[in-house]
């Protein structure tokens, strides 16, 4: 008895040790946390996007179920989950890093809620159909129903915000110079104008010039394709901006090498206008001229096709801007081409801003537009746009975006959420601060790199 007793010991003894040889065999197994994710340049290719999913990350029972593809996944049952915003982390404003003016950020103010608005305004976005009948049979349609489901694949940290909201545009700013951005570049329309899913904004930008000013940062103006724009309606409008917030402490304006200090404007989608007409309004000799006047300004136009260059030349304006977050998505967009791009701007003594963004996914609001995504890789596709755009020594660097989640191109903080049919993606493993923190990382670089070479073009 006692022998078999001892012989049951023995068997256990070794089954214990064979289970704890077997859990450790399986635990060298599971992939170590990559930093970078994704092979870095498989998902730029737009067939393989799909199979881009978060390689290498740390599988445990919390994470296993997370979106694994830069795509929502639908039917997901399990409850939902919110983080709320960490208070801990937020520095005081004496704590902030010193702002790097040379760096902007393109901004939106055309979000609200039931609270503040009255009703939800952008998170609500609808599905936009494809233009051909026989692609958009193949897609859902109808609209987002916040604040579960928001029109993005990301879902904010301060939630389905109002950006009326003062202590969200105090939280943005705090975030934009945390993150060292000097200047915000406001999406404008005209009073009483907006875009197509919103509501008039201009009666917002009092508040954001205040709140930008308790942060020392500057604000400057990104025109939007407004109804009908053409010179004559530009002029009214550049004449009200400048009348109107031109005072404004907080009011951009960019020392050029003459001296002198102008308002900057954006000018989206510029190239739906003829140059001619921009020339009216940008040349000297137009019938509808600001130039050396007290409307004067830099007009910055978006460079879509190559061709565009010419007509940027002819219409009069004073700079170039890409915009799109996709690289390869246009000629513009593209970082292979950046360094032409900056060789033609100094030779016709334009000013060249790259765009670099941290990704980009609008399957939430274009479901069909699937080729365009750009996986984020943990940060890394983000610093290699920063690292193209430093390499070409500009005067001046755009981020796309601080908060367009339409097209997930934002790099305000966001969290995981999942609730009964979506699933959100986020920046996990890292924390929701982790663009901003590359942002300030690499401003402070630019900052660096840019009084270097622009010493450098003084003294030859």
Not at 170 to 187: K, N, P, Y
Not at 256 to 280: C, H, Q, R
Request: hydrophobic letters at 30%.
């Amino acid at each position: 008895m006692a022998k078999f007793r001892r012989k049951t010991c023995i068997i256990l003894v070794l089954f214990i040790l064979f289970i704890f040889s077997l859990m450790m065999g399986l635990k060298l197994l599971r992939p170590n946390t990559s930093t970078f994710g994704a092979p870095f340049g498989l998902d730029l290719l737009p067939e393989l996007h799909q199979q881009t999913i978060h390689l290498g990350k740390k599988i445990d029972f919390q994470k296993s179920d997370r979106i694994n593809s830069e795509t929502n996944t639908k039917n997901f049952k399990s409850v939902e989950i919110t983080m709320k915003p960490s208070k801990t982390s937020e520095l005081n404003v004496e704590e902030l890093p010193p702002l790097n003016y040379f760096l902007h950020v393109f901004y939106y103010s055309w979000y609200g809620n039931p609270q503040f608005d009255g009703k939800y305004i952008h998170w609500n976005h609808p599905v936009l159909e494809h233009w051909d009948p026989r692609i958009a049979k193949n897609y859902p349609q109808g609209r987002h129903s916040p604040p579960d489901d928001i029109g993005s694949s990301f879902y904010p940290e301060l939630g389905s915000y109002s950006s009326r909201d003062p202590s969200v545009i105090e939280t943005h700013m705090r975030q934009m110079s945390s993150a060292s951005i000097g200047v915000l570049a406001l999406s404008w329309y005209p009073p009483d104008l907006s875009d197509e899913n919103g509501e008039a904004t201009d009666n917002l930008v009092p508040t954001i010039l205040d709140k930008a000013h308790k942060y020392n940062m500057k604000v400057t103006f990104h025109i939007e394709p407004y109804s009908n724009r053409d010179d004559k309606n530009m002029y009214k409008n550049v004449k009200y901006i400048i009348d109107k917030y031109g005072n404004h402490p907080a009011f951009y304006r960019y020392k050029t090498k003459t001296g002198n200090a102008l308002p900057m404007f954006y000018v989206y989608d510029s190239y739906i206008t003829k140059p001619e007409k921009w020339a009216n309004l940008l040349t000297t000799s137009g019938s509808q001229s600001v130039r050396n006047s007290p409307y004067d300004g830099l007009f910055i136009a978006l460079l879509v096709e190559e061709k565009h260059k010419y007509d940027i030349l002819k219409s009069g304006f004073d700079g170039i801007y890409t915009y799109f977050a996709t690289n390869g998505f246009t000629y513009g967009s593209s970082h292979q081409n950046w360094a032409s791009l900056k060789y033609f701007c100094d030779k016709y003594n334009l000013i060249f801003i790259p765009s670099v963004g941290p990704g980009y996914i609008d399957t939430s609001i274009r479901p069909w537009n699937s080729q365009n995504t750009r996986n984020r890789i943990n940060g890394k596709y983000y610093e290699v746009a920063l690292s193209a755009a430093l390499q070409t020594h500009p005067s001046l660097i755009s981020i796309t975006s601080f908060n367009e989640w339409h097209e997930g191109t934002q790099i305000e903080k966001a969290v995981p959420k999942r609730t009964s049919n979506t699933v959100y993606l986020d920046y996990r493993p890292h924390k929701p601060s982790l663009y901003l923190e590359l942002t300030r990382k690499w401003s402070e670089k630019y900052s660096k790199e840019r009084t270097t070479y622009t010493l450098d073009h003084q003294l030859h």
